[in-house]
């Protein structure tokens, strides 16, 4: 599992790289993908445990990238 920093870096990096950034997550993930989120130089999208299964698979259909945690929706 990737710390919160690992993910802060990555999320950094990514959107100073151009790239928009959506967190995704189920129910339950809400507040690590929060904290997460807060602590980046730019806020992402937050998406977690707002989204239908049809949704998901609609912002995971658009994305050039997908990078998952080792479990859950990935």
Do not use: C, H
């Not at 710390?3 to 507040?31: C, K, L, Q, S």
């Not at 806020?43 to 977690?48: G, I, K, Q």
């Amino acid at each position: 599992r990737w710390t919160v920093d690992g993910w802060v870096g990555f999320i950094n990096d990514a959107m100073n790289r151009g790239y928009r950034v959506a967190m995704v997550g189920g129910p339950g993930e809400e507040g690590l993908v929060d904290s997460i989120a807060s602590r980046t130089e730019r806020r992402p999208l937050v998406l977690a445990g707002k989204t239908s299964l049809d949704q998901l698979v609609a912002v995971l259909a658009v994305a050039d990238l997908v990078v998952g945690g080792g479990k859950g929706t990935i």
